[in-house]
């Protein structure tokens, strides 16, 4: 008797074993019911690991609730290392943060998406207030009517100041501008020493093979939504789950192909635009026809065409469709054409430098570029007609919110819409057709034209999208990043099309996936 309990005891345990050794957690901290602020966090044996940490669109914060002094609902130094699907804002943009808030672990991504961020982090750390920084400013207590403020605990030049003369402040930079009646310059050094710190800590993985990272097989496979962007693919035993990050669109230029996705156990999905349809080619043909149309009818009237864009990709293809615009004589070949971004003009460089980054070469528009100008004057240089690129694109930031109380009161002046606006942005006023926006607390009218064009998202629609996941429709499917009205008629149209298994991810729940 005895030998037979043991060895059923033996046997049970056993096909237990083999039946599940452990489980992979997944929680949202962002991303979840809302556009923007991706982070999840993946947990096996515990491992533990990020998958993007991103910033919020608007008011959208997910972590209001989050511990003052770290800003995240979870101990950064918990966290063993972060897998970034790409370089956007909403996906990466809190990484100089958590690097600030004691996460000692190692970034990993393509190294596009390294690249790019390199390029992008020198204004977001100075400029960026939705990343909460509780940096400790420091400069000269007296000074000229510019004085450097520095931040960077190895900056030799902060260390030049001397202690009676050296006055602090902690907080962001918009509260220290408001803190001082002097204006304030960034110290280069600080930020060059900020940015390389952050980019020494990356690892990098190319695209299509597996590397080891804590018990997982991690793939990084490209969507093609921006350079480097990718789906990441991540495995225990014989369980797969799918991080879609944002999928790329044949709408966009610069794109020929779109690889499915793999099959996988469980696929988290993207859900920006829910479940409409761009159109086919031939509609998206005639929404670029309509854009070099409306900008060489603005510059022949002598009118300015202000395209808001946001400084990472869409800045280039705009741009890339103006200088195809100008070969087609669509828009008038002299046109002077105003790139005020530093940072967009990093990138529009870096594009031309790695042409293998895209599908498309985008080389021929670099004759335009090399006479875009760098400084705009609105006093100057609307008449005549002239094409202006600005960054945010969602005029909520940088220079285009600089320039509203000029631009928007100016009926010479035709803004183009080319991106997402969120709720509350000014972008989102005028695509709605107010006729009046508020601009640091003023109310400015609207005297200005208005258009909008979807031809220039860099997100896959419903369409292309359930082709991604044709070797996925009998999986469990999780949908992300869209706000509600999104997630839930995409819910419902993956269903009724294929019969689905699909969920909306709600914040911080905690999802449980057994390892076999």
Sequence with gaps: MRVRVKSFLFSFLLCAGLAAFGEIAVTFYGGAGQVGGSCALVESGGFRMLVDCGTAYGDDHTSTNAPAETGFRFDPAS???????????????RVPEIAQSGFKGAFWSTEPTRDLLALVWPSQLVYDESVR?????????????????????????????????????????????????TTL????????????????????????????????AVTFRPVKHIPGASAIYIAEGTNTLVFSGDLGTYRSRLVRTIEPARAADAVFIEST????????????????ARFRKDVGDTVRGGGLAWVPAFALDRTQRVFYEISQGMAKGDIPADAPVYMLSSTARNVMQAY????????????????LFK????????????????????????????????????????????VCLVGY??????????????????VGGQQIPVRCDVKSYSCFS???????????????????????????????????????????????????????????
Aim: net charge neutral.
């Design 79 to 93: 966290i063993d290392c972060i897998l970034l699907t790409h370089a956007h804002q909403d996906h990466a943009g």
């Design 133 to 181: 920084r509780n940096w400790v400013w420091s400069a000269k207590a007296k000074g000229g009517r510019t004085r450097k403020v520095h931040w960077h605990a190895d900056c030799e030049w902060a260390g030049k100041i001397s202690a009676h003369n050296r006055r602090s402040f902690t907080g962001t930079r918009a509260e220290l501008d408001a803190h001082v009646t």
């Design 185 to 216: 310059s960034a110290c280069r050094e600080c930020l060059e020493t900020e940015v390389e710190t952050l980019v020494a800590r990356f690892k990098t993985a190319p695209f299509d093979v597996p590397t080891k990272i804590g018990p997982f």
């Design 273 to 288: 635009y829910g479940d409409a349809s761009g159109g086919g080619r031939e509609a998206v043909e005639a929404e670029y």
């Design 352 to 367: 031309f430098d790695h042409p293998e980054w895209n599908d498309v070469d985008i080389r021929a528009a670099l004759p």
């Design 371 to 414: 006479r875009t100008k760098p400084r705009f004057t609105p006093s100057k240089h609307v008449k005549g007609g002239a094409i202006l690129l600005t960054t945010s694109g969602m005029m909520d930031a940088g220079a285009s919110v600089g320039l509203l109380p000029d631009l928007a009161t100016n009926p010479a002046v035709r």
């Design 421 to 438: 606006q969120s709720p509350g942005a000014p972008g989102h006023s005028l695509r709605s057709g107010a006729k009046e926006i508020s």
């Design 458 to 516: 860099g997100h896959g629609d419903a369409a292309e999208n359930d082709v991604w996941l044709a070797n996925n429709r009998a999986s469990r499917i999780f949908l992300i990043h869209g706000d509600a009205d999104a997630l839930a008629a995409r819910r419902k149209g993956l269903v009724d099309r294929f019969g689905s298994n699909v969920e909306v991810v709600e914040p911080f729940k905690r999802y449980v996936f057994p390892v076999h």
